[in-house]
């Protein structure tokens, strides 16, 4: 190439120049068509399953005016935030829901947004509470809380979540949008081509490793009022302790994935029968995604990264799941020989007046 710039007159380097600049503008449009062309396509895929979902319960008979007895009637919403592990969790679900029966749906927002307008909250809440054909069901997406409560629902459905250490959670989103992962692996990302590393980045002070974008799972919990999204806001991340505590069933944290699984099980069996040995056998290599090209950053690095007050707050929002979680598993389960075992139940009913004759 070198030699052929040597040869070639100003002009001619000029015009070649200029030709490989529009060929690549072409390239990049012809490939942003191609997604979007892909995007119509899932959504029209996803629409022909839903209709066949409705006539197939329509030939089975009609179940609008029945009333669902307590577990049929039951719906989880999974609001997963990304880099958890949640890709993962949710596989497990897909591998359980022919044989436990329930339905699985995935919650597609456009381009990831996981603050839902006014409008499609209403359309959600509407979805979710009066879709008898979906139900039993387990949602899914990266959607922050959405309080039912505020829409007039009697019957909220289940919330559960995962998270994950906050300066490994950022490590991993930034290689995924430069590698993606062993997943998709064919899937081009959004920064493909950069070959930065996070080390890098963070000594030359760039926008996709600042403390701010540490700021995502508490937004998460905290749910969709303005303040949530206020990076490093204390009465957001008081709203999503508060919530965490009362309005979610179970968070776990992704290093302790499989006692998650674990202790959904127990609790929702009509959901997660058999999802622990499904973890253990086959869960562990299959459904875990990994990173390509992920490098541990280096002590300097997350020192300098802990420094903000931005991570001291996502790290004790980090630290009270953990301990909550901690807390609840200790009092549902009993270690033997290295291994959790679920305890029985622990409770019974006595000195029940009036006797029957």
Known sequence: MGLLRIMMPPKLQLLAVVVFAVAMLF???QIQKL???????????????????????????????????????????????????????TNIAYDLCAKNKYHVLHINTTKNNPVMSLQDQVRFVKNITSWKEMKPGF?????????????????????????????????????????????????????????????????EGGSDCA???????????????????????????????????????????????????????????????GATELYRTVGKKSHLRKTTEKKLP??????????????????EFYEFALEQFQFIRAHAVREKDGDLYILTQNFFYEKIYPKSN
């Open 27 to 29: 390239l990049e449009n």
């Open 35 to 89: 997604e979007e062309s892909r995007s119509k396509l899932e959504r029209a895929i996803a629409r022909h399953e839903v209709r066949e979902i409705e006539q197939r319960h329509t030939l089975d008979g009609p179940r609008q005016d029945t009333v669902l007895d307590e577990e049929e009637d039951m719906v989880i919403i999974y609001n997963r935030v990304p880099k958890t592990a949640s890709t993962s969790f």
């Open 298 to 315: 280096t002590k300097q690095t997350i020192a300098k990264l802990q420094q903000s007050d931005i991570w001291k707050m996502e790290n």
């Open 211 to 273: 403390p701010e974008k540490l700021w995502l799972q508490i937004p998460f919990f905290c749910g969709h009022s303005s303040e949530c999204w206020n990076v490093g806001s204390r009465w957001a991340m008081d709203q999503a302790k508060y919530n965490l505590v009362n309005e979610y069933f179970l968070v776990g944290v992704t290093e302790e994935l499989e006692d998650f699984v674990m202790l959904l099980e127990a609790a929702l069996p009509r959901f997660f029968r």
């Open 139 to 203: 949602y899914h997406g990266h959607v922050s809380y959405l309080d039912f409560a505020k829409f007039g629902v009697k019957k909220k459905p289940i919330y559960i979540n995962v998270i994950r250490d906050p300066i490994e959670r950022l490590v991993s989103y930034y290689y995924f949008l430069r590698f993606g992962d062993d997943y998709r692996p064919g899937l081009r990302r959004r920064k493909q081509g950069d070959k930065k590393t996070f080390d890098e980045c963070v000594a």
